[in-house]
Every structure is written in C-alpha cells, then in structure tokens.
C-alpha cells in the first residue's frame, strides 16, 4: 500500500548488520596495513646496499647509566669499523647528542669504541648535538656540506634503517644503508617490540610534516 514503509531502511542510511561488516572491513585493512608496514620494515633492515662513499655515519644509541655505551651503540660502532677496514669511506661520523643525567653524549661513546678498534682520531667526526633520528639527519648532513660530501653510509640495527634512509634523503644526503643484522642483536625477543615501534615512529613523523611541526625528540625517536 502506498506509504507504508514497514520493514524497508530509509534510504541513504546503513542498518546495525551494515555497520558491523564496515566496522570489520575497516578492522582487517588496519590490520592488513600494519603487517605490510611492519614487513617492509623488516625487508628494508635486511637489505645491505654499503659501497664506497665520502662518510660512514653511525646512528646514536642509549648508553648505560654509568656513561658506557649500550649494546645497540657498540654493535652499531662496531659495523661502522669494520665498514671502514674494508674502506667504504676515510671517515666516520659518531652521531648522538647527550641526555639529561647522562655523562657524556652518545657520539662520545661511539668514538671510544672506533679508538678501541684502532681508527685514528683523524677518521673521526663527532655529531653531538643530536636527540633523534630527524636531528642525526639533519646535523651529520650539516657536518657534510660544509666538507663538501654528498654521500654516506648508515649504519643502525635493522629495525632502524627505512626511517632512517627517509629523513637522510629528505637531507640530500645519497644514503646507503648497511644495517646491523636482526640477528647480531643480543635480545631478540625485542625485535617485534622494536619494529612497532618503528611503525609509530614513521607515522609520527609523516604527521609532523604534515601539519608542519618543528623538529622535536621524543625518547630518542
């Protein structure tokens, strides 16, 4: 009969068992986009691309209480000493500013490690003004135009490396990457804790371009 409109949803509008296929449609792509994310992540962190260049840059890491460095920045700097054995560059960048309540600055620290393993004061630059991966990129890039160098060799461990490939070539900085292997770190059950973690970190980063925000460090983003 013309007007009734028992049993019929109003047009336009989406019924409770609608809503619920949208609510788990939006729930999969969430999920489906972190897993492709995290992966891409992983993948990039296995990818060595080092060759010659004009610098290796070593990526800060936390040191101990006491000032000494932490296993992320020794087996870091240890990659970076190797690399500069087997020559892909004459010098190497320590990059890492100091924390509150901490002794000295993480560059400092790398430093003593490349000592330790015989490079020369000469071969050695120090970035430590740095509380971030985006502050890393931008003063080791500042340290490099002012030598007139173009391209380096980042070392970090895996997790590390597609974020920060990103913010170096935001910096015109002709990156290679040469991660630490997921399987040199002393904890891997971390690992998965360290790729989310890398997840928020991209994201954040995104936004803060985005919506134009200032260069910030946030627990040593």
């Known amino acids: 009969m013309p007007g ?5 949803q109003p047009s336009g509008k989406i019924g409770a068992g609608g809503r ?24 990039a962190g296995r990818q060595d691309s080092a060759r010659p260049a004009d610098v290796i840059i ?5 040191l101990r209480r006491d000032g000494r460095p932490g296993p992320a920045l020794t087996r870091r700097s240890l990659q970076a000493a190797d690399l500069w ?10 990059a890492g500013g100091q924390a509150e309540s901490f002794p000295r600055s993480e560059a400092d620290a790398c430093r003593e490690i490349l000592r330790n ?7 050695i630059l120090l970035e430590d003004k740095s509380r971030s991966t985006e502050e890393n990129a931008l003063f080791s890039s500042q340290l490099m135009r002012e030598r007139g160098w173009t ?26 990457a040469s991660p ?13 804790h360290s790729l989310l973690r890398e997840f928020l970190a991209f994201h954040w ?16 983003l």
Not at 58 to 62: D, E, K, T, W
Not at 180 to 188: C, D, F, L, N, S
């Open 20 to 43: 619920g296929k949208l609510i788990l449609f939006l729930a999969f792509a969430a999920m489906l986009y972190v897993a492709v994310f995290l992966a891409a992540i992983h993948i």
């Open 205 to 220: 980063q995104v936004l803060k371009e985005a919506l134009n925000l200032p260069v910030t460090h946030l627990s040593g």
């Open 85 to 94: 054995r087997q020559g892909m560059a004459p010098t190497v960048i320590c």
């Open 151 to 176: 391209s380096a060799v980042l070392v970090s461990d895996s997790y590390h490396m597609l974020r920060a490939s990103w913010l170096f070539t935001q910096q015109d900085v002709e990156a290679y």
């Open 4 to 8: 009734n409109t028992h049993g019929k």
């Open 180 to 192: 630490v292997p997921a399987e040199r770190i002393h904890h891997p059950q971390t690992y998965p």
């Open 58 to 62: 070593v990526l800060g890491a936390g």
């Open 117 to 123: 393993q015989s490079l020369p004061p000469s071969a």
